[in-house]
C-alpha cells in the first residue's frame, strides 16, 4: 500500500515544535485541578489520570526515538517516565517535560532518516505525529470537564492529512484499517473553511490490497465524482476521522454511497 502527499502540506517544522508546546500546555491547564478519575467519554475505559498519563509517556518516547535516531522498529516502549506516586500531579508532570521536548525537537534535523510507522521515513514524522496525538487528546480532555474546544483550521487541516496518509500503515496498532478494502471505490473528504472557498480535499480509493491517498492533481487523480463524500470544517472533519464525531451531525454534509462510507468508518475507528 502506498500513499501519496497532498500539495501544501505538511507545514514548516517550526510549526510543529512550537505547537506542540502549546498543545501540551492546553492539554495540562484542562487537567489541573480536575479529578483524575473522571471517565474520559471519547477513550472508552480511560481516566483523565490515564489519558494524562498517556500523553506524557508517549511524549517521552517519541523523543527517546528522537534523540536516538532510531533506524528500527524498537522493541519496547520503557522510557524512564519519572511518573509522580499521585494522579493529581500529573498535569505538573506533563509541564515539566515541555523543556526536554521542546529541546529534543530544537536540535533535530527533520530531514534525518530514521524509523517510522507511517509514511514519511525521517524524523519529522515524529514532530507532526507528537502535534496531533497531543491535540485530539486535549479535546478529549476538554470533553471530560465539560469545556467547548477550539481549533486552529489550517492545523486541523493539516492533521486530516496526517491521519489519511499514514492510515494505510495504522494497522500495526489498528488492525481494522487492514480490512478496509474494495474494488475502486473513491471516498472524498473535503474541508470547507481551508485554501480559499474551493475548500481542500483528499480523496482515498479502496483498492483489493488495501487503501491509497490519491494525489490531488495529475497522475492517477479521481477527476469524477467520488463514491462517497462527507464535507465540513476542517477542525470538525478531524475529528470526525478520529471517531470525535459522528458523519451524521449537522456540521457535516454526506453524499454518495452511505454503505462504503458505513465500511470506512467501521474500520479506521480507533
Known sequence: MTTTS???????????????????????????????????????????????????????WFCAL????????????????????HAQDYADWLVAGIPAVAAVLRDTDPGAPMWVWGEDRHARFWARRMLFETLVHRVDAERAVGR??????????????????????????APGVTKLRGGGETV?????????AAGEEWRVRLEPDGLRVLPPTGGDAESGPPTAAVQGPAADLLLLLYGRRSRHEAPFDSSGDDSVLDRWFTHTAF
Open 6 to 60: 497532498r500539495a501544501g502540506h505538511p507545514l514548516p517544522y517550526d510549526t510543529y515544535r512550537e505547537a506542540v508546546e502549546q498543545e501540551t500546555r492546553r492539554f495540562a491547564e484542562v487537567v489541573k485541578g480536575a479529578d483524575p478519575a473522571s471517565t474520559v467519554p471519547s477513550c472508552p475505559d480511560w481516566t483523565l489520570a490515564d489519558l494524562t498519563r498517556h500523553v506524557g509517556s508517549l511524549q517521552r
Open 66 to 85: 528522537l534523540t536516538q535516531r532510531v533506524q528500527e522498529p524498537p522493541r519496547s516502549r520503557d522510557v524512564d517516565l519519572g511518573l509522580p506516586e
Open 148 to 173: 467547548a474546544s477550539d481549533l486552529d483550521p489550517a492545523l486541523a487541516a493539516d492533521g486530516v492529512d496526517e491521519f489519511l496518509v499514514n492510515l494505510p500503515y495504522a494497522g500495526l496498532f
Open 188 to 196: 472524498a473528504f473535503r474541508c470547507t473553511d481551508v485554501a480559499g
